[in-house]
Structures are given as structure tokens and as C-alpha cells.
């Protein structure tokens, strides 16, 4: 696998694309910015609340990381696509995030409302990455209308509980023509290893690093995973074999006396 | 004049224009990071100045936060 | 966790112990060896063979890694003792991998040979690093014995099946009062991963790395996830959640018009 | 005479000596990374070039390898 | 859980509904019926081949059995419902199992063509009973379509994997307000009575049985693990504990001599 | 799989064996006993009670099934021993179910112990049915010394976590020459189910059925359940694929217009 | 006529009724378990006796398999 | 005289045999279900009437129970 990951034409030298929700406060964010040398962070639009003070953009802006604004929140295609279109005029980029629940318990994504939302933004040359199920299906209809991503998620939007089902996830790799990012459901560094190895490429975390009780060193262990789970995907690794395979030669194997292997041996028994 | 801004009544005087609002919110100028709907309609940057409210306009001013 | 990694009062830089089996020459060995940043590594004793060119030896001094001697190949407790007294006299070490087979198809431990073999060393004073089931029992009872660590398996040597039962595996480091090294199973980078978040202090890997197709980058890909994995495992990862957590508040949600949220919409429906 | 090196018989001169043996397989001298067993017990590299090897003996002489 | 299955009012004393599809001939599908003691079989409409000899409706008149169509082949929402106005034609019957396939790999359903098609259905008085993937989601919005039952999938069609993703299965039973029937997926008899625990209301299975070594003795098999299923989720099972509870009690346990509790004693060291 | 269970030469009707271990009562275990149709139940030996009414042995009696004494609480070989001639005594049996426990907290096995007592006991022709790990190795071991049957666990005792290791309960069976029991860690019906279809001989079961929240029911559950999985494995399951096989045939589809199979559809564009 | 039959072209008299078509393909009167689809569209059983084809028509006629 | 049985001391007469203490403790006759042990040996039913209890002696009177 190359070292960087291309979506749109775009290049990033990382695999991790940080969402930036859940942190405690800009200071942790930034610090954990930099521990995990992601290039692209999510952000949201919310009501204007005059009392805030400090803007995530001057983080990112600091961190000199690009800005994936999403659509969390809504439950329509016309709320997401409303939403895209702010935040074009908030943030000058064409680039969504694309979300649309189905169900505020477990935030999964409601594929008919989200199919229809990303053939609209597409046709407004949005570059969208769409938030989907681990339908296969689904993510090959969201690549045709245009998508320049999709991410499937493992499990539930913050239930850390990793790849739910991987068969799914494997089948969206076999017959996907554009990045697809495991969005949702990392819960620790190995998920993230994991998600690389299958043919992911790339993964979106927040709250398994934002909600970590060291944030930043959470931050730095999902780096480190991303990049193993690169390497180790393209190195080809060894089958699953029912059997064990001797990592130390039999050949040349001493024999210091007949006692010494007495009948009940297996090596005898199978000899 | 009176409208709901951010789900809240709020006075104006009458006339009173998107970019008025926006800086009475405080915004720095250009205001990154920031966007309007009036009515359920994106009111480009570009023409706050010249894009006057109506009464009872339902007005959303967003702005980034964190976000997943 | 700390940085380092303590057996018998010796610090070691790196989680990672490398196996030399399977690597198909020297020459991959020592890139290997530079790739995984390894500071410990695996031999066998086998007999002479005048023919062969180059010691093992020469490739570990460069590397300045120290040497672990292994009893491979052995069936009872009285081969491995006296294999461990050859390989004092080989090695000038007292350090030694214990393994005690009892199937060769499996080349799973024998619980009863292996706990007389491990008794045995202790009293001559070996450093006894047992190869051992995921049994916690027998796990405990090496460690009364005086081994200076276990090193249980994950699922058979080469078999690459990562760790088939991680509940064994938590119980034995729930007991454990000297290092637990996973040893054999490791397929991948997460499942090194793995073990290090589930609390190993180190895993000992061989196959995964010696076999792989790109036998140097796979050593890179379990270094980084051995790191990452200890990271991880400290940082104190999320809890597993049956239902979503969002990641983007929902305070400060836009209304756009009541027209956007149909009746049919989960969040009206729940509310 | 005759003994057992490694598993095949082999000739050498009587009162050959470990140490006469390992050199004879051409070990470099210190011989680090071997070790040897006489009849299932081990010979310690300081008594090698005492211990005469007797006729019939079994003889391990051992070295390292890759292994797991 | 009660005895009988109700679904659209219609009671059944099964809850195994047998897909009829690759059974090697009549003879063999007619024992396998009476061994399932299924009440209800899914038949197909295909072109007529004037060389066939006997009909399946005689078979399943025989069995006295409910006959249920199927929409299978069908990749449009508008394939789907011609099918099922001939099948109406054809069976006699409003009911239907409906099928909108997206894939010709996988058989996964198309979310987007299913829903269309559920919605003309069942405006049209069809009892609708459609074979949908895993996802809650989709599941609702069917059910809120007004369908009768839905048919989430295990795993793919014949692949005899089991239940790939429980926890999306487990969302679907804890909203639904419909029965739910287990899909496609089922490779034994385990399958079954697990989906049946999780709460399923019933298992549609077709390869499983009918591509069996012995479809008969599978037949049988599987439904008496349906039955197994049903008794035991109904059953309250023990929760799943992470430590040992003892079935024998401790008290009253007879001590033959203090040397017979040895030091090294787990019991004593943690007592 | 015959329909009887055979260990040492003794014929069982079920292959299902009931702990009688935490039932609540008598009369509930009574009627659990004939729901399940068991034809071998366990009994342990404690201090007497003079205040006790009703012996289980009358409740066994009436039921007219086979007692099995267990020699649960011993921690060592020599009160286990003690204890199956206690047992020898009180039932007139020399069937003894063999516990040596390693670990008062998860009630693992601990090997040397078990299997000097086996070896003991085999002596003294008892006929000895070791409850024992899931270790393929002491598993041959207890066979080997002459052991009528091998009972390894799934999980803990009480710990209702079902199947842990299938990997190593299959290699087990593999080797196996005496009949296996699954003894400890069912949950639920499927468990059971799962034992059988795996190849396991029989299961024993006690918390499962005694402490769910109706016995009764439960016991009738695991019943059919063992006899589902005796079934299903003898029926030859079909094979787990990575694709869809479709039950209904392709041959034969209807076309009804060009337009009902769009541009985007996937079996175009895999055709 | 010639009209398409299940994919197949077939000559047919001209007139004839989708009742004799069928008729023709050796269905049990009744005919349970078949239906019929002309250009798409289904005819119902009760249509048979009038329902004349067209030259050209499609023509699916269809009855119960094993399946799903 | 005094002793443990079952981990509780106990008076019994001098002399006392198994089978007294066994039926002082209410066993039916033949006492199935009933096992003895004396100092950590087991005494055969066959014998309860000959052997007598030693003062001191710990005693294990045993009987069945429900159990795993």
C-alpha cells in the first residue's frame, strides 16, 4: 500500500482522519492533533453561541490540517443538503462529510434519505464522503452516483465496539472503485490496525481517541496502528492454518538417549 | 421589528440587514467559520450587506464547533 | 505502561521478541532484525553442519541483540533440561525459552512435562521463560515455580490465528505477578496489538514476521503495533457501548423548517 | 575407533578428545554457539580437551540455528 | 414465548417456513416437509417448461402447507411487483415474499428498490413479507410501510455463515413491532435455535436443509432447534458471568487432613 | 451419530447428562428431569445434615436414571481420591465424574493433579470421566492413562459464556478415542446444539438449566437442542461460502421489458 | 402470427386467445399455479378466454417452481 | 469419650462404632447415600458395626447432595 491515501485527486500522508468531537477542551484537541499527524479533521455547525470563545478553525488552522465539515444531525436529504451548502459558505470547501441518521438511539445511517442527499450534493460538484451502513449494496450505489469516498462504519457512532462484521466490510473492499474509510465504531488502536489490514484506506476516529482518558496518548497509539495496519496489509501476511507450522527446523534435532522419548510420545505415535 | 433568531425572538430595527446581524452577534469581520439561512434559504456571505431581514424571518447564524 | 519492558531485573526498549525461525536468509534476517527494533531474539540448538555457512550468531552480535536459546523440539522434561545445559554451554546464557512439546501436529505444550522441566531449571538457577498453554492454572503454577515470565500461547505456532481465547488470556493476566509474553499465534500487526491492549507485557513472534511475503516491512508493521498496542492499552481506552454516543452535540442543532422533520423521524418518534 | 557423532558413525584415532573432534568439524577456535554431549550428558567447553572420547560413544555436537 | 407464530392474523404451529429451493427432487422435498413440520414453503414462478413432470403445488397440497411466493430474480422495484401481481394470478395468494436483489454475487437486497416496492405492495393488499439486510434502519421503515413481518438476513443467501452481525439483529428485535424472521444464512441447526434466543419470531431456511448431506435428517434437525430456540429464549437464560459459579455447594465440604490442602493451594492463597 | 451414547460399554438413551446442582428444590429438579429425558445425573458428597428432608438419591431413583458422583470442592489428587472411594461406598458406583480444581475463583482444572488422580483411580477400576480443560494435550494424557470418557470444559462452571475454543475443542475431537463430554460453560440451548454438531458425544449441563429463570422449560430446551445437534451433525451441513449460492433457479427468469433492468444494474455489469 | 413466448418465437394462429396458448403448452385446465404477462402486463386468469394476442406480443407464461 | 465429627466436637459413649454414631445421626437402615471416614480414611459399610471410634478421631459422616 502506498504511504499516502488520495481521495479526489487530494493527497494526504496520513491515514487517520480526525473527528474533532468529544475533546474536553482546544488545548487537548491540539495536542492530540499532533500526536496523531492526521492531515484532515472533521467539524460541525452549530447556533452561533456568542459566549464561546476560541474557534476549532484556529486550532486547525494552527495544526495546518484541512477542514471536513459534516451534516451530523439531520434526519433528511433536504436538512443534509441544506447544511452542505452552509457549510460550503462557512468554511469555502466543497468537501461534506455526509450524514444522514435514521435513528437517534444508534445513529445509524438511513440509506434511502442518504443515497438521495449524496446524488444531489454530487450534482452540485460537492466532493461528499458519505457516513454509510456496512451494506455492500448501498456503498456501491453511493460510488455510482459519484460519491469520492464512502465510509462504512463497524459499529455504532461511539460504541467502541469495533468491526461488527467484517464480512461485510471485506465484501464493500472487494468491489469498491474509490477510498473507502472505516468511519465509526474504533474503539482502540488494534480496531484501526484491523480496518487497515482488511483494505480500508483509512480510518475516522473521535471518540476512541477524544473520550480516551489520555486523549493524547490514545491519539498517538491510532497513528502508530493506522500506519502497522498499512504495512502489514501490504506485506502479505501468512494463512490461518489448522495446524502448527515449526518455526524451528526439525532437522538436526539431537537425540540424547532411547529413554528419553518414551512410548506414549506423540512423535512417536504419529510416526 | 421582531424574528427568531436561533430559535430565540429577537428585536431589530426595521431594515436591519444580515451582515448587521451577524456583526451584532459579535463576529470578527469576514467571520470564518460562520453562515446564514433565512427561512430555511443559505444567504451567501457575499450578499449580507445588502440582504435586508423581514419581520418574523426565521434566521439561523451557525458557526464550527467540534464534531465527529 | 511504562516504556520498557522488565524480565529478571533486565530492561528491554522493546515489547517485541523476535523468533529467528522461517526467515529465508541471513541477509532478510538482519533487515528484519532492524525493521522490528527488537532487543531480544530466539535460537535453536541443532546438530552441526559442516557445510553451513555463516553463524546466526554474527547476525545477532550486529545487531546487538541478546540471545533467548530455545529447547524446540523437545518431548519430555528431560530433553529440554538437558538441551537448556547445552545451550548455557553454547550461549554463556542462563536464559531460556522452555518448550516442552506434546503433540507434533500442534506442537501444543505438555502441561505435566513442561511444569517438571521449568521446577528443574529454576533450582539450577536458569532464567526460565516458559512456552506455555492459555490455561491459567498452569500459567500460575509456572510462575510459583520461579519462571521469570509465562509466555502463553495465542492459537498454535504458525497457525497465524491471532489469540483464539482472549477470556483465558485475561484471566491469566489478571493473576500474573511476572511478565506475560504472548508467544505464538500472531498472524498480523493486531494481533500484537491486541495482546499489548488486553495487557501482555510483550509478544514473541515469529512465523508472522519470518514468513510473510515482505518478511521486513511485516517487522516494521509489528513493531508499530506493538507500540501502539502498549499505548493503547495504557491510555484507557472507551467503554463498549450497545448504543451510540454522538460525537457532534446535539445542543445548538439548526432548525431549517418543520417541514424537514417528517413524522415518520426517529428522533420525533422517541422523543 | 568407531563411535556415533551426530547420528552416523564416524572413525577416530583412539583417545581422540572432544576438543580433537569439534576442531576436526571444523570449528573455529572457541567454538562459540556449540556445545557437546557424550552419551545424553553434557561436556562442559572447559573440559574438552581433557575428556577422551571412548569407543561406541554417542556424540551430540551441537550449534545454533534459526528457530522460533 | 407462545406456542404458535402469527403473522398478518394468520396463526401458524411452526416456526420453521421452509424454502423449497434446491431440494434434488420431490420425492426427497415431500420427506424433508413432513420432518420440518413446517406449516408454510416458499415456491418461485419461473418459465413454464412443458417438459416437466409433476408439480410442486401437488407436493405441498400433499403436506397440507401454506404456499408463499417469492420475487426472486428480481433486481427493480418494478420487476418485483409485476412478479408478485403474477404470483396473486398464479397461487391465489395476496402473500409475498419479496425479494429486490442488488447484487448477483451476493444476493444482498437493494435497500432503496426493496422499499419502493414494499410501499406499491402493500397499497395493493399484498401481505408483504420482504427479505431485507441487517440493517435497523431499513427494518423499520419497512414495517413502517406497512409490511407484515420482516426478513432481515443472517448472512448471505446459501452461504451458510450463521448470523454475521447479532448486534444489528438484536437492534432490529428490540424495535420491532412486527414479527421478525430469520433469512437466509442458517448453515445448521444451531443457527436456528440461536436465532430463535435472540428473539427472532422464526427462521426461513432453504440450503441449509435442501443441500444437506441428508436433507431429511436436517429437516428434522432444524426443527427441533427452532423448537429448542423458542423454549429457551423464553427460558431466561443464565447471564454470562466472568468467573466460575459453583453448582456444588461449598458448605458442608469435608476435610480429610490438613496435609491433603497443600501450601502452594489456590484456594488457601486466596482465601 | 447412533442415537445411543456409549462410555464403557454402558448404553445411554440422551445424550444429555444433568448436573443436579442449583435447583431450588426437588420437586422443581424432578420435573426437570423428565423434561430433559436425561438418563445420568451428577451428585456430590457433603457433611451430613441431620436437619436435611427428602434425600436426592430418592428423587434419582423415581426417575430411574443413573447416578454419576463427582468429587467437586478437592483442589488436590489425594482428597479427590479419598473422596471417589467415599463415593464407591455411599452409591455402590465406581463411576466417579473427577474434579480437581486449580483455582477457586474460575474452578479451571489443574492438569498434574488431574491427571495423577485419573491415573489413580483407572487403577482402582473406577470408571473415570475427568472433567478437564480444553487442552488437546492432557486431554489425550487422561485418555491415555485409561479414562472411560474426556470432559472438557467450554468456559467456567456457572460462567454460561458457552464455547470458548472451539479451535481446540475440535482438535480434541479429532484425536479423541473415548467419548467426549462438553461439561461446563453452556449458556443456552445453542450451546448445546453447537457441542453436538462439533462432534461432541454428549454434554453435561447443570447451571444452564437448574438456575434459569424456568428450569423446567430450559431442560426441555437443552433436550431437543442435543438431540437438533446429534442430528445436524450426522446430517452433513453444507459448506460456509464466501458468495451467495441462490435456492431459486436462474434458469427460466421472466423478462418482462428492457427498461425493468437499468444501466446500473449489477447483474449487467457483471455479465 | 409470430409473437415471443417465454423468450422462443412462435407462430400462432392469428386471433388466438391466451387461453389456447396456453391450452397449447399442455396446461391442466385451471391451470393452477401458472400466470400469464403479455408486453408486461399481466392478464388475469378470468381474462384468459378473450384476451386475443397481438402479432409480436411478449409473451411470459409462468408456473410454480422450487424456490427461495 | 470426645471427638470431631464433621468438624464438630462430639460426646459419644466409650467405645462407641460407626454404625452408633451413623444411626445416633438418623440414618435409615442401610444408609445409602451415606459414607464414613475416620482420620482420613474411609470405612467400608461392612465394617461400621466392628469399628470403633477412637477418642480424638476425626470423623467425616458424608451423604449425597445435589451437585454439578
Known amino acids: ?271 | 421589528m421582531r424574528l427568531m433568531v436561533n430559535g430565540q425572538e429577537r428585536a431589530l430595527p426595521d431594515g436591519a440587514t444580515v451582515q448587521a446581524l451577524v456583526c451584532e452577534l459579535g463576529m470578527a469581520e469576514g467571520g470564518r467559520g460562520v453562515a446564514v439561512a433565512v427561512d430555511g434559504e443559505v444567504v451567501p456571505r457575499s450578499q449580507w450587506p445588502e440582504s435586508a431581514l423581514r419581520p418574523g424571518a426565521r434566521v439561523e447564524v451557525l458557526t464550527a464547533v467540534q464534531g465527529g
Open chain 1, 1 to 271: 500500500m502506498d504511504d499516502a491515501l488520495i481521495i479526489a485527486g487530494r493527497r494526504f500522508g496520513s491515514r487517520l482522519i480526525l473527528g474533532t468531537g468529544g475533546f474536553t477542551n482546544h488545548e487537548i484537541l491540539a495536542r492530540a492533533l499532533a500526536a496523531s499527524e492526521t492531515e484532515m479533521c472533521t467539524v460541525a455547525l452549530r447556533r452561533l453561541d456568542p459566549g464561546a470563545r476560541g474557534s476549532i478553525l484556529d486550532v486547525l488552522d494552527r495544526a495546518g490540517v484541512a477542514v471536513l465539515p459534516n451534516t451530523a444531525g439531520c434526519f433528511t436529504a433536504r436538512d443534509a443538503v441544506t447544511t452542505a451548502h452552509l457549510a460550503r459558505e462557512a468554511f469555502g470547501t466543497s468537501w461534506i462529510k455526509l450524514e444522514v441518521i435514521g435513528d437517534d438511539r444508534t445513529l445509524l445511517p438511513d440509506a434511502v434519505e442518504l443515497l438521495a442527499a449524496a446524488e444531489t450534493l454530487v450534482d452540485e460538484d460537492f466532493v461528499v464522503l458519505p457516513y454509510t451502513t456496512d451494506d455492500p449494496v448501498l456503498a456501491r450505489r453511493l460510488e455510482d452516483v459519484g460519491c469520492a469516498a464512502v465510509m462504512p462504519l463497524g459499529s455504532p457512532i461511539g460504541s467502541g465496539m469495533g468491526i461488527c462484521n467484517p464480512y461485510n466490510l471485506s465484501i464493500i473492499l472487494e468491489r469498491a472503485g474509490v477510498p473507502v474509510v472505516l468511519d465509526a465504531g474504533v474503539g482502540t488502536a488494534s480496531d484501526a490496525a484491523l480496518a487497515l489490514e482488511l483494505g480500508c484506506d483509512a480510518v475516522l476516529c473521535a471518540s476512541a481517541i477524544s473520550r480516551a482518558q489520555d486523549p493524547v496518548a490514545m491519539a498517538r497509539a491510532v497513528n502508530l496502528a493506522v500506519q502497522a495496519g498499512a504495512l502489514a496489509g501490504g506485506a502479505g501476511r501468512i494463512p490461518r492454518r489448522r495446524y502448527a507450522e515449526a518455526s524451528t527446523p526439525e532437522a538436526g534435532t539431537p537425540v540424547f538417549a532411547p529413554a528419553s522419548t518414551p512410548a506414549g510420545n506423540p512423535a512417536q505415535a504419529s510416526a
